[in-house]
């Protein structure tokens, strides 16, 4: 089937495709799974998740290389991490040789929606793992439904990495020191939108939050992990429980570690900001974001050039580039072949 789209300016931002991948557990059981065509769910008006928040979503992406094979990167660790967040939701885990089922098929059904290479763009996943078993005191379900979903997503920068200020407003926090700032649950995205949506009317692009107990540490941006850059080149990044801990962030470690790069993951004082040669926060959608300036009420810290990336962050971007887009050796087999 040929798909109409202009490949070269998706953005990133939901469109149809072919269908997603529903599962439904019952009985302390998965079903086999279903292909769905129609974009929606048909739930009970008590379901969990609508009334007390049981949910939990990962993002990660496929991708079709140089050669043309098609891969998806590290599903298993995407996997691992809706496992805990199951656990902490009191949710029933999907096993990962069925994520990973659930992922083959949805990709095999969707292979036109893949953005050709040399677009910079790729093919978004998002599964999805909600209580859809009518409960109204306050318990979990007794059924759950794992959805899988795919949209083509273009390339986040055109034209090179592009930095951006932040913004830190002390008036809000993104998650409770001992909550659930750790798991990937929409609960913690929601505490976010305001203070969000008034940094962007504020004209900064993100929010960067400290930790929530004294305000005097840095935790992590809006929807992506800190990483900061020393003067003698070695990563920091944050250590915190209210932090999701980052797949990206993950691999941007595990490259610098190839690289004989220091690594430091610990609790980052809001006073040290000023003492880094280059801040980005990283994730899933952009790889990094490039923090040029942070304001923090009167104070205002200038940590790099507004015009572009410093040099080790627009390194470790085009080395996670390179690996998913098949341009560069996958020594660490991050990238899983998906047969389409």
């Not at 899933?284 to 304001?295: K, L, M, Y």
């Not at 009167?298 to 507004?306: K, Q, R």
Request: charged share 25%; with cysteine; aromatic share 10%.
């Amino acid at each position: 089937m040929a798909v109409n789209l202009d490949w070269n300016n998706l953005g990133f931002k939901y469109r149809d495709t072919a269908g997603h991948m529903e599962y439904v557990w019952k009985d302390g059981a998965w079903d086999a799974g279903a292909f769905v065509a129609e974009p929606w769910l048909k739930m009970h008006i008590a379901a969990a998740c609508l009334h007390y928040g049981q949910e939990c979503f990962e993002g990660l992406k496929v991708f079709r290389q140089k050669d043309g094979r098609v891969v998806a990167f590290r599903p298993e660790a995407n996997a691992e991490r809706m496992q805990r967040t199951a656990l902490r939701t009191c949710m029933p885990p999907v096993p990962t040789e069925m994520f990973m089922d659930a992922l083959r098929r949805l990709v095999k059904a969707n292979a036109d929606y893949i953005p050709p290479y040399g677009t910079g763009g790729s093919l978004y996943i998002r599964p999805l793992l909600i209580g859809t078993g009518a409960q109204i005191g306050v318990a979990p379900a007794d059924s759950y439904t794992f959805v899988m979903l795919a949209t083509p997503a273009g390339a986040y920068y055109k034209g090179g990495l592009k930095p951006v200020r932040a913004v830190i407003l002390d008036d809000y926090d993104r998650a409770a020191p001992l909550g659930m700032g750790d798991v990937k649950v929409g609960g913690n995205y929601a505490a976010s939108i305001f203070a969000h949506e008034t940094a962007k009317k504020m004209g900064f692009p993100v929010e960067l939050y400290l930790d929530a107990k004294t305000h005097t540490c840095v935790e992590e941006f809006a929807t992506s992990n800190f990483l900061g850059i020393k003067k003698d080149g070695t990563y920091v990044t944050t250590d915190s429980r209210s932090v999701l801990p980052s797949v990206t962030n993950m691999t941007l470690r595990e490259i610098c570690a190839d690289e004989g790069r220091k690594v430091e993951v610990r609790h980052v004082p809001y006073e040290e900001l000023r003492e880094f040669a280059e801040v980005a926060a990283c994730g899933t959608a952009v790889v990094v974001t490039p923090v040029w300036q942070i304001v923090r009420g009167n104070e205002t810290l200038t940590l790099g050039d507004p015009e572009k990336a410093g040099p080790v962050i627009t390194d470790l971007f085009e080395k996670v580039q390179g690996i998913q887009y098949g341009e560069l050796p996958d020594t660490h087999g991050w990238c899983v072949p998906i047969e389409v």
